[in-house]
């Protein structure tokens, strides 16, 4: 990995923005809602340092090289503090800031993260790794990285190893990555090929679909994106799903053993609570997302979920993953709180909401290969439940990587018959979504899918209730402009689908 050339293709456009836009998206996604719910108590990323990692917007052969950081002078990040461990970026990337604004910025949900680091890609794939080839520590103490850019190695074998240091670092040390797939079809496995991170499109489904081929481990057709959001660039929507995930690491941090039944301890983070860990974060954006939606602020909506073709064997629909992010039904996953198994010795008696983490299942050092979660519906609602695991990757220089087969099943115990089950074989996780049958009990069961034992961990994030749609406002569409005139871009096409190809070279350190 040292002094390896790496070449990303960049396809997400230059967006601008509007302090308009933020109004109408925040409903659309349930913050609207969560603020009515929690007035001054709402959470705002407040405490959660993050990450925000920019490709340049100019090629290294440019003078200018690198362009790649906010510019920390705009008005929507008074209150920051920006810090720049790599190489200084020349001058502000517009591009970075509309992300930052959407990320962190004084109208963004997550308006109380005070604390970015901001990284040129180069600088921060290199930040992955300590010279003997173990993992590094995050980087002060950062919980969340933002990625709103797409690219590929120098080489399939380049390509595989950066995969394998980002799904490390989610695995090792808790540390939050979401990423923006491409715009339209490409063939960029950084970063939405990785097992652990967070892919995110857009609710009209008509960004990049499905992994990318790479090696024997990061293979194609493998579910991306795991959700979406409303917005027209995959740019502006990851941003938002970052800050959702802000909100959550609050919740969860704060609340200690309140809604967590275990923690564990970061080298350079500190405590990282069940609640707050990659797996569950992820699981209860998945399993609290909307698959159906009527927005105001896009004429783009989630109308035949998992319909004509486009279900896949983990549950998830090929174009929307899980659905549109909700961040109230996120977060009343995570307020629910950490409710163990019957296995695992608590009761197994599951609320309407809630999560679990369970360190130690498969079979193996006297775990459990099969996870029992009950509960009756006393009224017909919807149900939603994710089930998250990592991918292994080894602490040293070879990344070896291990990924753990698990199936999730939702039995009907009344008519003694499997009501739904997902059972992937590609995918990391596994998702249900159906409507529960009034007056019936149910058991939620995590089950090993493989022949032998072993250990691992996961997440299980489950939400049950009415599917409300957002209430309408007025219309107001805003859409984001390309604007890359004048920006001094060497290499430049477009693609037939109007998104914009900007190759851009750099060498790592």
Known sequence: MTNMKKRWLCIIPVLCWTPKVFADYKNDIGYGDLQSLLGAGTPSGAGVNVIQAEASTVLNTDGNFPIYAPDPNHAQFADDTFLFPGTASTSPSSHATGVGALFYGSNAMAHGIDTITSYEVNDWISSLYNPNGTVAQPVNGSRIANHSWVGTGNTPTDTGNILRLVDRQVQL????????????????????????????????????????????????????????????????????????????????????????????????????????????????????????????????????????????????????????????????????????????????????????????????????????????????????????????????????????????????????????????????????????????SYELLVKSAESSNFSWDYSLAWYMGAQAAPVPLPAAFYLFASGLAGLGFTARRKKPDGSNIIPLSSTGR
């Open 173 to 440: 040390n808790e540390f939050i990555q979401v990423v923006g797939v491409a715009n339209g079809t490409s063939n960029n496995p950084l970063l939405g090929s990785a097992y652990n991170v967070i892919a995110v499109g857009r609710t009209d489904g008509n960004q990049d679909k499905g992994s990318d081929a790479v090696d024997s481990v990061y293979v194609a057709g493998r579910t991306r994106p795991d959700l979406v959001a409303p917005e027209t660039t995959t740019s502006a929507a990851t941003p938002l799903v970052s800050a959702a995930a802000a909100l959550l690491v609050e919740t969860g941090h704060n609340a200690a053993a309140t809604l967590s039944n275990g923690s564990t301890g970061i080298t350079g983070v500190g405590t990282v609570y069940n609640a707050e860990r990659s797996e569950t974060v992820k699981a209860a954006l998945m399993a609290g997302a909307d698959r159906a939606t009527d927005n105001s602020s896009t004429t783009a909506n989630i109308t035949d979920y998992r319909r004509n073709g486009h279900a896949s064997d983990n549950g998830l629909d090929d174009r929307f993953g899980a659905g549109q992010l909700n961040i109230l039904h996120s977060y009343q996953i995570i307020a629910g709180g950490e409710q163990d198994s019957l296995e695992d010795g608590g009761s197994g008696l599951i609320g309407t909401s809630g999560f679990d983490y369970d360190a130690a299942f498969g079979g193996r050092q006297n775990s459990n290969n099969i996870a029992t979660y009950t509960f009756d519906a006393t009224e017909t609602l919807n149900f939603t439940a994710s089930l998250v695991w990592n991918l292994g990757v080894s602490n040293n220089s070879n990344l070896t990587t291990t990924l753990y087969n698990l199936d999730l099943e939702l039995f009907d115990v009344t008519t003694q018959s499997t009501a739904a089950s997902s059972a992937g074989t590609l995918d990391n996780t596994e998702n249900l979504w159906l409507t529960l049958t009034m007056g019936h």
